[in-house]
């Protein structure tokens, strides 16, 4: 490390290869022969190294992607990074390393090249905020436990040790037609002279489809349990349930960032790359079923249980997602008329998609609703039950991809809308994933423009006693989605920001925390440049991000009322991860969501997660959800021609044409303009009225 070369991205070539790093999006220019890890540190990545470079502690792990990168603009060749050394051959000898994994102070530059950090190699490993939320559920597993005594082999009756079983599930507990697998006779001889005659079976209670069959037999009585798994895959992470499926309580919960980001942080990038890259699709497929697999791995672990004991799993995911998991090429999903392979719900075995869970464990995929309306959309439908609501209630999951629900007991409107991954922190120039030391809270003071915030991992504020010594070991690496909400939308209310979405300078607003940026300005929220820190600034492309967002979900919902016939609606319900962080009244400042009374608007939490545990505790609740979703009517964003109408009011903070009049009894918001050529132009809630000539 001592002989590094000059990595000063400021002075590096334009001919200089192009590092681009995911997930976080930084890149930058670097000589050749520039170390992977000197890369990072210079852009501000965030990747561990405790030994200093020196190839010892593997912390700085990373995985290189070679292919044609069209989001990225860059194509990776097979040699854009340096050629495996000894250091890496002798630590993988040793301690083993993932097959494509490279150590970041070992590989060196070598030509432009897209490099994604895994979660483990990053010192502010995201934390993944997805829960199970409690909620009643009556219990109806698929498989359940059967202790059972079996008639012993006699020389006048020559049946087979199964066939004995069978019939003893039959007699003592009314089975019929129970079925099983070749592992099941290839122990079964030993348990059950072992159990002396008695033992106890799992046994998957079947469908319309298929008979119940026996999973797993124990000798004598078993007194432990078995497993399900609730999992809901989506774009940017991957949060899984483990269940005891004799109690329902959820044993353990965890997350980690879908592994596909590195081939795209949207869907549409990744269905892009499936296109341009021969055998993208399968390599994304793998891709998610190796995270997917590592994930159980640790659920497993956390519960201190064997993972052959998972004999079930529900699966929630938006279509693309559901394609890549399945290995079914996602092309057509990019074009219209956004075909599905299939939409209705599937019923398969773990070992076809490569699951290390138990090798005979049943997976059910819950139904899509249609091309761009997954079965993480009917998971919320089933968490949610808008189809048994009195009242007019718009449920939207908040995430990469929103999925958006309207409904009541006459019926229920669904689609989704493209908000891309802003909310999550990404195509901001300080935004992070939320993870310690991440800003979520925000408020600026109207008089003094002057800021206050709460990071992840700290409860103090920023302006009170003990602020610094609560962050101590975090420090503010970057502000969150939910940060980067309450921050634009407090910066609209302290009039630094006029309705079409441009800071004002220093002079128009009256604070010098308005700097110049380019040729426009931006809001610094925090310097931490003395103490060698970053410098964390809202920009105007910042705010640009999340206005198209923003604009793209509240357009979303306002084409499902008019499909409705309403203007209002009595209740907003946020769901998803992200949702359940968001302030209602910050959301409607920026125009997210409709106006609506702040007290109705709630969150669900994880409600895609909650609906697959309900269909993985309830089998009931599978033929529930599958006779709902065919009653849903779905609304195609892509071919109204209204959306755009609303997109572009709905660009506007908060809206240009929509006037927010319950909004307007709890917050007024300044009459500013920073145009500098409508300096004289007077605005009305994001409206310029246009002077008469005269």
């Given amino acids: 490390m001592a002989n590094d070369p000059v990595t000063d991205p400021t002075q590096a070539s334009a001919t200089d290869p192009l590092v681009v790093f995911t997930p976080s999006g930084k890149r930058g220019r670097f ?7 000197t890369a990072a540190r210079q852009l501000g990545v965030d990747l561990d190294s405790v030994c200093g470079g020196r190839g010892i502690c593997s912390k700085c792990q990373i995985t290189p992607s070679y292919g044609e990168f069209s989001k990225h603009g860059v194509s990776v060749s097979d040699d854009a990074l340096s050629e495996w050394n000894k250091v890496e051959q002798r630590y993988k000898d040793k301690r083993g390393l993932i097959d494509g994994r490279r150590l970041g102070c070992q590989a060196t530059v070598q030509g432009d090249v897209v490099i994604d950090v895994p979660p483990e ?58 079925q099983t697998d070749l592992h099941i006779l290839q122990c079964l001889q030993p348990a059950l002279r072992k159990g002396n005659w008695k033992v106890t079976v799992a046994v998957h209670l079947g469908d319309a489809s298929q008979s119940p069959k026996i999973m797993h037999i124990w000798p004598g009585y078993y007194e432990g349990s078995v497993y399900g798994l609730a999992v809901d895959l989506g774009s940017t992470t991957i949060a899984a349930h483990l269940c005891d499926l004799k109690t329902g309580q959820v044993v353990a919960s965890s997350g980690i960032m879908n592994p596909q980001i590195r081939f795209g942080e949207d869907l549409m990038s990744r269905v892009s790359y499936s296109m341009m890259n021969k055998g993208g699709d399968q390599e994304m497929t793998a891709a998610v079923r190796e995270g997917m697999n590592a994930l159980f791995t640790q659920i497993a672990a956390e519960a201190e249980i064997d993972k052959a004991l998972i004999v079930d799993a529900v ?12 290995g079914i090429d996602p092309f057509e999903l990019g074009q219209a008329p956004f075909a599905l392979a299939t939409s209705n719900a599937l019923s398969l075995r773990a070992i076809e998609l490569n699951l290390n ?22 998971a919320v439908a089933l968490s949610e039950a808008p189809d048994k609501s009195e009242d007019l209630v718009l449920v939207v999951d908040v995430g990469t991809n929103a999925e958006i629900l309207l409904g009541n007991k006459e ?54 006693e003990g602020f610094a010594q609560s962050i101590a070991t975090t420090g503010i690496t970057g502000i969150c989605g939910s940060g980067i909400i309450e921050a634009i939308a407090e910066m609209r209310m302290a009039g630094v920001l006029d309705a079409s979405g441009l800071i004002g300078s220093a002079e128009q607003t009256g604070t010098a925390r308005c700097i110049q940026d380019g040729r426009t300005n931006a809001y610094m929220l925090w310097d931490g440049s003395a103490e060698g820190g970053p410098t964390i600034t809202v920009t105007n492309p910042d705010i640009r991000a999340i206005q198209m967002a923003k604009a793209a979900l509240y357009s979303g919902a306002r084409l499902l009322m008019d499909k409705f016939g309403v203007e209002k609606v009595d209740r907003v319900v946020l769901a998803g991860a992200f949702g359940a962080h968001i302030s209602a009244k910050h959301a409607m400042v920026l125009g997210m969501i409709p106006d609506c009374e702040l007290d109705k608007v709630t969150s669900a939490g994880n409600a895609a997660g909650t609906g697959a545990r ?42 240009s044409a929509e006037p927010f009049p319950i ?13 500098s050529g409508g300096g004289d132009a007077a605005e009305d809630g994001g409206r310029r009225r246009r002077r008469r000539r005269g």
């Fill in 357 to 378: 869970i138990h090798p005979a464990a049943r997976v059910y995929l819950l139904p899509c609703i249609a091309g761009h309306v997954g079965a993480d959309a009917a």
């Fill in 663 to 675: 909004l307007g009894t709890v917050v007024t918001l300044p009459q500013v303009n920073f145009n």
């Fill in 614 to 655: 309900i269909a993985l505790l309830n089998l009931e609740a599978r033929g529930e959800i599958e006779e709902t979703v065919r009653n849903i009517e779905k609304i195609e964003t892509a071919v109204e021609p209204r959306f755009q109408e609303h997109f572009v009011n709905a660009s506007a903070i908060p809206n």
């Fill in 121 to 178: 190699s990053q010192v502010h490993r995201q934390v993944v905020r997805k829960r199970a939320e409690a909620r009643e559920v009556t219990m109806n597993p698929s498989t359940r436990l059967y202790y059972v005594e079996v008639e012993e082999p006699d020389m006048h009756k020559p049946t087979g040790d199964m066939e004995r079983l069978i019939e003893a599930l039959d007699s003592q507990w009314g089975l019929k037609g129970v």
């Fill in 411 to 464: 019926k229920v409107l669904a689609c989704s809308s493209p908000t891309g991954p802003a909310f999550e922190g990404a195509q901001i120039s300080s935004g992070q994933r939320a993870a310690p030391g991440a800003i979520e809270r925000v408020e600026i003071n109207p008089e003094t423009k002057e800021p206050r915030f709460r990071v992840i991992g700290s409860d103090v504020w920023s302006d009170e």
């Fill in 31 to 37: 000589p050749v022969g520039t170390p992977v890890l």
């Fill in 315 to 326: 699966f929630v995911c938006n279509p693309v997602m559901h394609h890549l998991f399945l």
